[in-house]
């Protein structure tokens, strides 16, 4: 088994960035129980193999309950967790972002008609009035849409903040650690902690910004390089069977 470079995985994931629980849970059924429920000892599990305490996962659970995201019930002396429709809603709308294939979107420019605010998850702001996004971003009715034919060189250093550069190169070079020294011989409990880490990871950046082809970003941008790894690493460990983490 290996155990050195499996504990290295999960260490360097954990060690991205600050991790809320909650928000780890979210992703815990995001990708590992979005249409089944998650029986309390697998759940605790797999918490506990992230490294995460029992207390702080009941307290965790208890906010996704009292936010109408996570529903629970008793089955016999085993509680039973599941996102209730709400929770399933807000996850299927990430899902496409989380988990799409890598690919060459094109850049949509948008002109408003006055000074407007707008979610800066789908529009870059580049100049009062200016915006960039991706074609599948809903674009506000009195705005006037163009498709530039290509785009300047600045552009990056306009739209990207430096902390997010930094975030992506930290995740790029663990990721890229992994795919290259991690053996596949894992368990079921140790690929659902290391896919998790993985989702969570790339779903607390790709979430924070547009979704722009590759040409609007300057050459520091590792975002989609990342994509591409993540897509990689979540078909070499596919989702394991819930039913295989609680028997092991």
């Known amino acids: 088994m290996p155990t050195d470079t499996y504990s290295q995985a999960i260490s360097s994931l954990s060690d991205l960035g600050p991790m809320r629980v909650w928000s ?3 992703t ?20 506990a193999e992230i490294g995460i305490k029992p207390e702080a996962s009941r307290v965790a659970l208890h906010r996704l309950r009292s936010d109408g995201w996570v529903g629970s019930e008793k089955l016999g ?9 709400k929770g399933q809603s807000d996850s299927d709308a990430a ?10 979107a094109e850049a949509v420019v948008i002109l408003t008609g006055a000074p407007v605010e707008l979610d800066p998850t789908q529009f870059a702001q580049v100049a009062p009035r200016v ?7 809903a674009i506000p009715a009195d705005a006037m849409q163009l498709a530039p034919q290509s785009l300047p060189t600045w552009l990056g250093a306009q739209i990207e903040t430096e902390a997010m550069r ?19 011989e894992l368990s079921a409990l140790q690929t659902a902690a290391l896919r998790v880490l993985i989702v969570h990871a790339w779903r607390r950046l790709t979430l924070k910004h547009p979704d722009l082809p590759r040409a609007a970003h300057s050459s520091d941008w590792r ?12 078909m070499r460990f596919p989702r394991p069977d819930l039913d295989a983490i609680k028997a092991g």
């Open 223 to 234: 975002g989609h390089d990342c994509r591409a790894l993540v897509s990689h690493l979540l």
């Open 28 to 47: 815990v059924f995001g990708d590992l129980a979005p249409d089944r429920p998650l029986e309390g000892p697998t759940l605790s599990a797999i918490m």
């Open 77 to 85: 002396r085993t509680s039973l967790h599941s996102l209730t429709p």
């Open 131 to 137: 915006f960039l996004c991706g074609p599948s971003a």
């Open 95 to 104: 899902r496409g972002r989380i988990y799409g294939q890598p690919q060459d």
């Open 24 to 26: 780890l849970l979210v």
């Open 166 to 184: 930094d975030a992506y190169k930290s995740l790029h070079a663990v990721l890229t650690d992994i795919k290259e020294e991690l053996e596949d």
